[in-house]
């Protein structure tokens, strides 16, 4: 069946109005599987590659025994040599096919970046529309067990340079499962990440196939105060820091883009006219990346809005550390939200 008539009458309504009711919950990593596995049920030409898709555990869970259900020709396991292995899912992606390739990390898209920034971000455009690249590219960012700098990178920053791809960051189970959906069906290269420390949240997701649009972002909390514009993790640890903010009458409003391509511009200048003040949070490099991104579009479109300087929450720039002390002091949270907050009010 086409993705047009699977999709087009399911788009999922605004969330909240599930909360604090008893409803169906998984967990993350569960969403992004059930996605896979509706998506492989209803489409014969969506198949599913890459290291480790079929052990044990099956991507942390999320492509967990589909190679049993579906059979080695739509889940399999690839060779270390992702450079190939992406021209292989491009091109059967361009023959007609709906590849998903698990890349495992992010870091190890630099393995593979001619394919990617050179042939799926391009092919569209240097035909003039005449064939499409629908693959997704999946990796999960590392974090919390010493992985070191080549294997706990955040890449979407260099990835935003590259037109032609889309990019997508869920943050809650609902999202991955709405917005998985919707990168299969989307007809363009999408880069879907994921987050290791998010696959264990739970939240709402509906049985039936929806989809979350692109380019819409998300209002997980109202504020007068301050526009907290996060992705990914650190909307988790932005919703943190709004609960203490709110013990001392500060009230902030969380933004999550959820996709940063096609970006929700509206969305976060509207909140900003709002509140006058900008907070922007990215598990990311402070330097050329996510926040410096939406820094830019605040000082384009919303500098009149603005009562006082951004401020931007994200890594140093230097390579991730390994161990637990080092990766501590690295990364960002909660406090450093709160901190960046405080210096503005």
């Not at 007609?96 to 391009?122: C, L, S, T, W």
């Not at 917005?179 to 990440?193: C, M, Q, W």
């Not at 161990?323 to 002091?329: P, Y």
Request: hydrophobic residues 40%; charged residues 25%.
């Amino acid at each position: 069946m086409p993705w047009s008539k699977v999709l087009v009458e399911t788009v999922a309504p605004d969330y909240d109005q599930h909360e604090g009711q008893d409803v169906r919950k998984l967990s993350y990593g569960e969403a992004l599987k059930e996605a896979v596995e509706q998506a492989m049920a209803v489409d014969p030409r969506v198949y599913v590659m890459g290291q480790g898709v079929d052990d044990a555990g099956g991507s942390f869970g999320s492509t967990l025994d589909l190679h049993k259900k579906f059979g080695p020709k739509r889940s399999f396991d690839t060779p270390l040599s992702e450079n190939a292995l992406t021209g292989v899912a491009i091109g059967s992606a361009m023959a007609g096919m709906r590849p998903i390739y698990v890349h495992n990390r992010p870091d190890f898209f630099f393995m593979a970046m001619d394919q990617v920034a050179n042939h799926a971000a391009k092919w569209n455009y240097m035909f003039a529309g005449k064939t499409n690249v629908p693959l997704v590219m999946r990796a999960t960012t590392g974090r919390g067990w010493g992985s070191a700098a080549q294997h706990s990178q955040t890449v979407h920053g260099v990835f935003m340079n590259i037109p032609g791809l889309r990019i997508v960051m869920p943050a809650t189970a609902y999202d991955a499962k709405g917005l998985l959906l919707s990168s299969i069906a989307d007809g363009n290269p999408v880069l879907f990440l994921e987050h290791r420390w998010l696959y264990k949240t739970k939240g709402h997701v509906p049985e039936a196939m929806y989809r979350v649009p692109f380019g819409k972002a998300r209002v997980h909390r109202h504020g007068d105060d301050v526009t907290i514009v996060a992705v990914s993790q650190m909307v988790v640890e932005a919703l943190r820091a709004a609960d203490e903010l709110k013990k001392e009458g500060i009230s902030a409003e969380i933004v999550d883009p959820r996709t940063l391509n096609p970006l929700d511009e509206a969305t976060i200048l509207e909140s900003l006219k709002k509140t006058g003040r900008l907070v922007i949070c990215d598990t990311g490099h402070r330097t050329g990346g996510f926040t410096a991104e939406i820094g830019a579009l605040a000082a384009e479109k919303g500098l009149s809005y603005l009562k006082k300087p951004i401020r931007r929450v994200a890594s140093p720039d230097v390579p991730t550390p390994a161990g637990f002390t080092l990766e501590a002091a690295f990364f960002r949270d909660s406090k450093h939200i709160i901190a960046a907050v405080k210096e503005i009010l």
